[in-house]
């Protein structure tokens, strides 16, 4: 069965560094996302990509983030300079269209931890 | 202000015990619920969609069901394996998914 994945599994850095998590959606899926979930609490949503744009972000999503799809396959979050709260499970998901009747497939996550 | 609340938090069942999982919710325009499964470090994995109050779906020993203001994950003579974390979304009229906290499920052999 098709999935989507993400790498690395898990990402340590330095505060105030850049880092960039990585994530393949399923082949023919058309909408992306991350998330994030910060240990023991709810999953958060931080933006939705379509059409190689951004169609909705949260307020979490502020100037540090970015996304883009480099190519065909790849869709990928950016955090610009680290802070030690954006500790957390990032998680990719996509989905094929927009109806309700389509859920989200998420990856296994990237753990960052920010020192 | 859409809303979704889950519970217990945490529930612990010996194996072979039936019980039920509640997802409660506010929301404008539902457009869907959505249920997932999460294990440990691991993203949440799809289990079912509902779309209308008095629709029921099931696979395996868990069936959800859904009224108008509240969900149920009812799982059926629970096994080890099923222990995890499950979570509720709901889908609003501009298709965005409020997530609950999730609820803990520990199943004791």
């Not at chain 2, 889950?6 to 539902?30: D, F, H, I, K, M």
């Not at chain 2, 203001?69 to 298709?95: G, M, R, W």
Request: charged share 25%; hydrophobic share 30%; proline share 5%.
């Amino acid at each position: 069965e098709p999935e989507v994945t993400q790498t690395p599994s898990h990402q340590v850095t330095q505060m105030g560094q850049e880092v960039i998590l990585r994530c393949v959606p399923i082949s023919n899926h058309l909408y992306f996302y991350w998330y994030r979930q910060i240990l023991g609490q709810k999953v958060e949503f931080l933006v939705s990509f379509y059409n190689n744009e951004i169609s909705e972000k949260s307020e979490i999503f502020d100037d540090q983030f970015s996304v883009e799809r480099p190519d065909g396959s790849n869709f990928t979050l950016k955090i610009r300079s680290t802070k030690l709260e954006d500790s957390a499970m990032y998680f990719c998901a996509s989905r094929s269209d927009s109806s309700y009747n389509s859920p989200l497939h998420f990856g296994n996550g990237t753990r960052l931890t920010v020192t | 202000e859409d809303q979704v609340t889950q519970s217990p938090e945490a529930l612990r069942l010996q194996e072979g015990e039936s019980s039920s999982l509640n997802c409660s919710y506010t929301v404008s325009g539902l457009r869907g619920l959505f249920w997932y499964r999460q294990d440990p470090g691991k993203g949440p994995e799809f289990l079912f969609t509902l779309y209308s109050a008095g629709e029921e779906k099931e696979k395996e020993r868990l069936k959800a069901t859904l009224t108008k203001k509240e969900s149920f994950l009812h799982i059926t003579a629970p096994k080890p394996e099923d222990s995890a974390t499950y979570l509720c979304a709901v889908q609003n009229s501009n298709y965005q998914l409020i997530w609950g906290a999730g609820t803990k499920l520990i199943i004791k052999p």
